[in-house]
């Protein structure tokens, strides 16, 4: 079964920034797109940025040009840097694998996901 770790997550400033990691077993990795998505309490998941097998970057317009994806195939590995954050980022942050669009993700089994606080 395909598997998801993600670690990186912590207590942060407004402003300051923070690396996330997901790291993908069970799965030929660099076939899929990969995305990060997040929860706030009582909110929907939202996706926050995706990066294809081929290294194309997209990403949700909240996050534009202070967010990073990035991935590691030999490693199976994606990556998020988020810098400027913003207390409207604090939520836990999962990844996923999907279609090339991440219009849809290869399966339902999330991983823990990993804690993200912006506060003061």
């Known amino acids: 079964q395909v598997q998801f770790v993600e670690s990186g997550g912590g207590l942060v400033q407004p402003g300051g920034s923070l690396r996330l990691s997901c790291a993908v077993s069970g799965t030929i990795f660099s076939i899929y797109t990969m995305g990060w998505y997040r929860q706030a309490p009582g909110k929907q998941r939202e996706l926050v940025a995706h990066i294809t097998s081929g290294g194309r970057a997209k990403y949700a317009d909240f996050v534009k040009g202070r967010f990073a994806i990035s991935r590691d195939n030999a490693k199976n590995r994606v990556s998020l840097q988020m810098n400027s954050l913003k207390p409207e980022d604090t939520a836990v942050y999962y990844c996923?694998?999907?279609?090339?669009?991440?219009?849809?993700?290869?399966?339902?089994?999330w991983g823990q996901g990993t804690q993200v606080t912006v506060s003061s």
């Open positions: 996923n694998a999907g279609d090339p669009e991440m219009s849809s993700v290869i399966t339902e089994s």
